[in-house]
């Protein structure tokens, strides 16, 4: 276990749809980094989250959301869901100074099949 | 911009065999670099990291990694495959002005058969 628990591990939806994963850092940590990771894309940066405020974007789409609550755990909202929008997302945390050099923790991931 | 790219989707080995998969990369400054593995329905997990120092460096796993400035390359490797080895690997680059951002390359799936 690595300490960053996200749910739920599997979700299966319709396209149209909206669905909301959870991500719950490891203990101590204040960063939160969304990542998704389909067969033909790679591992691709999403958001980032640190002490509940937005800190990078990367290559997330307008129909897709985050936030960061004051108990610091994430959620991470896909909407008008598209076949395309299949895929592994990964939940990261780091720590408040950063990833220290050890990159961060990953969750297992929420898998989400979009039929 | 910092990138890095992973030429093979694959590589496979025989068990016993040395293996290396390959990671070139791509900034503007110093690079901060990093393997990871990721297991069947698992989530990523630190391999090794290269922030300085020794060009050769050690990991997890009896995983090793090359840093090569003149090449810009940052090749995993291992002297001798276990079947377990079996997974994805990563390699990534932190970015120089958000050390807590990472771009990924698309992953090399190794396989080692017995």
């Known amino acids: 276990d690595s300490g960053v628990t996200q749910t739920p591990k599997h979700l299966i939806t319709a396209t149209g749809q909206r669905v909301t994963l959870r991500c719950s850092p490891r203990?101590?940590?204040?960063?939160v980094y969304w990542y998704q990771q389909s067969l033909d894309q790679g591992l691709q940066f999403l958001i980032q989250y640190y002490n509940g405020e937005e800190r990078a974007k990367g290559n997330i789409l307008e129909r897709f959301s985050a936030q960061q609550f004051p108990d610091l755990h994430s959620e991470l909202n896909l909407s008008s869901l598209e076949l395309g929008d299949s895929a592994l997302y990964f939940c990261?945390?780091?720590?408040?100074?950063?990833?220290?050099?050890?990159?961060?923790?990953f969750g297992s991931g929420t898998r989400l099949t979009v039929v | 911009a910092q990138s890095v790219a992973q030429p093979e989707d694959q590589v496979n080995v025989a068990e016993g065999n040395p293996l290396t998969v390959k990671c070139t990369y791509s900034v503007s400054g110093n690079p901060y670099l990093f393997w990871y593995v990721q297991y069947p329905n698992r989530g990523l997990q630190f391999l090794l990291k290269?922030?300085?120092?020794?060009?050769l460096v050690k990991g997890s796993y009896g995983f090793e990694a090359e840093f090569n400035k003149s090449q810009t390359s940052f090749h995993l490797k291992k002297p001798s495959a276990l079947v377990s080895d079996s997974a994805l690997y990563f390699c990534?680059?932190?970015?120089?002005?958000?050390?807590?951002?990472?771009?990924f390359g698309s992953g090399t799936k190794l396989n080692v058969k017995p």
């Open positions: 990261a945390s780091s720590a408040m100074a950063g990833p220290a050099g050890y990159g961060y923790t």
């Open positions: 990534a680059v932190r970015d120089e002005n958000n050390f807590n951002k990472f771009y």
């Open positions: 203990s101590g940590d204040l960063s």
């Open positions: 290269y922030i300085t120092g020794d060009n």
